[in-house]
């Protein structure tokens, strides 16, 4: 049993349907559900015993400890948080309150699960010890600031310097984290990713708004010269990534997770349009690309991430599955084909579901 939070967001979702595909270990899952919680995404685990949604705050004490007692997890893989740049920009305080608040309650709430333990596993089954037991902290690359031109990649030794609400508040937790650690002798691992993009992506993040504006006829907003750099992975890379680490990790170690597709913003928009001219032409044949429109930047607006993971392939044999063209033609399509996900999330409708289903 694992205990996941946040898995009802884009890369919690696409991580729990990826565990229970490939293992019938079960799952607890804890999110709050806001605005980017879609139960929706995990439809196909309706009516599936290794799978417990469950409504709720990772910083809420009280039925965080009510539920490691109850399901005694192995491990606590913790993907909850604010995301949104933009959002932490006009609003920071939910980014404070979930990423740092929040993750300190989770800590204490799992250390006080973790240290009541036993030590050795008594019946020698597979039940959780206070060795075996890990807390896998699941963070972003852009806790590292912003790099020029030519310097190199980021890696885990890096300094931490931290542009935005959102990343200061998620290189916060990572201090947590560690303090945790160093402190009380929690085990615990950390992953920094790069941009993850593909299915089942909220559709106010680059790539998925590109592909639904791109359909809709929309303008396609670009930042700025559109020139900012990101390092992109494929989510389900992400995924297995955090799966190897939590099976082999070195415990207070940090890994880094990219896989070297640094891309130029106004690229990957050409990419996605050169794609949909391909697998959905416009009606008018004219190129996707017209409906391009360059807007105001955002406010201190990192210019360029790059990822360094040669720890984590050198240390734990990962590599990505998925090149930059394989992943991003397999995201174009997969908008294609689920129209109704789209169209719920950008109606409310999956509001409507959750508050059906929790009211
Ligand atoms: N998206 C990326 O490119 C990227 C890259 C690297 C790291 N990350 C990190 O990965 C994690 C997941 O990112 P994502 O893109 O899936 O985010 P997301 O916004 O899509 O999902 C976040 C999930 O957390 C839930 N949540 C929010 N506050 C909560 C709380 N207080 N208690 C319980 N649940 C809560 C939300 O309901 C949602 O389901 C985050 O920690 C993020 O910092 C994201």
Redesign the pocket.
């Known amino acids: 049993m694992i205990l996941v ?10 991580f729990v349907l990826d565990w229970l595909a490939q293992s019938d270990e079960p799952v607890i899952n ?9 139960p929706e995404t995990l439809q196909s685990l309706q009516g599936d015993t290794r799978h417990t949604l469950v409504q ?5 004490v009280a039925l965080v400890s009510q539920l490691l007692a109850r399901y005694q997890p192995r491990a606590v893989v ?7 740049v933009d959002r932490s920009i006009h609003g920071p305080g ?1 980014f404070i ?3 740092i608040v ?1 993750t300190f309650n989770l800590l204490e709430s799992v250390r006080g699960y973790w240290q009541n333990l036993p030590q050795e596993n008594r019946d020698g089954g597979v039940a959780p010890t206070k060795n075996r037991f890990r807390f896998l902290h ?5 806790v590292y600031g912003s790099l020029k031109k030519d310097d190199p990649a980021f890696t885990e030794t890096s300094h931490i310097e931290p542009n935005s609400p ?1 990343s200061a508040s ?1 290189a916060a937790s990572d201090h947590l984290v560690r303090a945790w650690h160093h402190t009380y002798g929690l085990p615990v691992l950390t ?7 593909g299915p089942y ?2 559709p106010e ?1 680059l790539i998925p708004l590109m592909i639904v504006n791109a359909l809709a006829g929309k303008a396609l907003p670009v930042y700025g010269d559109g020139q900012q750099i990101r390092d992109w ?1 494929y ?1 389900k890379d ?1 995924c297995s990534a955090i799966r190897r680490v939590l099976e082999a990790g070195r415990l207070g170690e940090v890994y880094n ?1 990219g896989g070297w597709n640094e891309k130029a913003n106004i690229d990957i928009v050409h990419t996605v349009c050169a794609l949909l001219d391909e697998l959905r032409p416009r009606a008018d044949g004219k190129p996707y690309k017209d409906q391009i429109t360059y807007v105001t930047d955002r406010p201190g607006h990192d210019r360029r991430y790059a990822i360094d993971a040669r720890k984590l392939e050198a240390e734990l044999g990962w590599k990505p599955a998925e090149t930059f063209e394989s992943g991003i033609r397999k995201t174009v399509q997969w908008y294609l084909d689920n129209p109704d996900w789209v169209a719920h999330v950008q109606s409310g409708a999956y509001r409507e579901w959750v508050q059906k289903q929790y009211a």
């Open positions: 939070t946040g898995g009802a967001g884009f890369i919690g979702a696409n804890l999110d709050k559900l806001t605005y980017a919680g879609n709720g705050d990772i910083g809420d913790n993907f909850a948080a604010e995301s949104h939910e309150q979930t990423n929040g699941v963070s972003t690359d852009e959102y998620k992953t920094n990713c790069s941009n993850n993009y992506h909220f993040k992975l989510v992400h997770v």
